[in-house]
T-cell receptor, first 113, second 116 residues
Framework: GENVEQHPSTLSVQEGDSAVIKCTYSDSASNYFPWYKQELGKRPQLIIDIRSNVGEKKDQRIAVTLNKTAKHFSLHITETQPEDSAVYFCAATTTDSWGKLQFGAGTQVVVTP | DTGVSQNPRHKITKRGQNVTFRCDPISEHNRLYWYRQTLGQGPEFLTYFQNEAQLEKSRLLSDRFSAERPKGSFSTLEIQRTEQGDSAMYLC??????????????FGPGTRLTVT
């Protein structure tokens, strides 16, 4: 089955700097890669996703890149703000299957003013 | 609130007792997923429904766990003879039917189970 590894486990950045989180996956059939943000005590919230037919997707200050050959994808947050502090999870699945998500272990991002 | 809802939000039970959780998905979503999340980890897939049919169960779902979605709307997850290792956040997610061009799963707030 699919295995997703996520690095780093914690990330501290100064407000205004960029943050990058990287994930690798094992199943070459995976073709949908969402990212979730989870604040303490809250539900995971989908913040951006990418399908395997594109290499990059942007939404304001966040972007995701995908390298299918190397089987890794990354989340980029620019101009970080204190409200970006949360745990971020990457996930992978195949849309041809039932779509169950295989999650990474998460990255705790702390943005200090 | 038109999002995914879950009840109860918190449940404390003694070892050996049975518990049942409920999930109400977004109304037009026919796919429903249950995940379990322990502290410091990502959610782990438990089971999946398409309409009322349970189509996949994880190896994590022992015989003590059962899930239903009787009319293809809300779903229940029951744990019998709870063990301390069952303590976790149980998350429900739903998504639109396959083929509608979107694959996003939207999560509920979860039910936090504590087994004492």
């Amino acid at each position: 089955g699919e295995n997703v590894e996520q690095h780093p486990s914690t990330l501290s950045v100064q407000e205004g700097d960029s943050a990058v989180i990287k994930c690798t996956y094992s199943d070459s059939a995976s073709n949908y890669f969402p990212w979730y943000k989870q604040e303490l005590g809250k539900r995971p919230q989908l913040i951006i996703d990418i399908r395997s037919n594109v290499g990059e997707k942007k939404d304001q200050r966040i972007a995701v890149t995908l390298n299918k050959t190397a089987k890794h994808f990354s989340l980029h947050i620019t101009e970080t703000q204190p409200e970006d502090s949360a745990v971020y999870f990457c996930a992978a699945t195949t849309t041809d299957s039932w779509g169950k998500l295989q999650f990474g272990a998460g990255t705790q991002v702390v943005v200090t003013p | 609130d038109t999002g995914v809802s879950q009840n109860p939000r918190h449940k404390i039970t003694k070892r050996g007792q049975n518990v049942t959780f409920r999930c109400d998905p977004i109304s037009e979503h026919n796919r429903l997923y249950w995940y379990r999340q322990t502290l410091g980890q990502g959610p782990e897939f438990l089971t999946y429904f398409q309409n009322e049919a349970q189509l996949e169960k994880s190896r994590l779902l022992s015989d003590r766990f059962s899930a239903e979605r009787p009319k293809g709307s809300f779903s229940t997850l029951e744990i019998q003879r709870t063990e301390q290792g069952d303590s976790a956040m149980y998350l429900c997610a739903s998504s639109l039917p396959r083929g509608q061009g979107t694959y996003e799963q939207y999560f509920g707030p979860g039910t936090r189970l504590t087994v004492t």
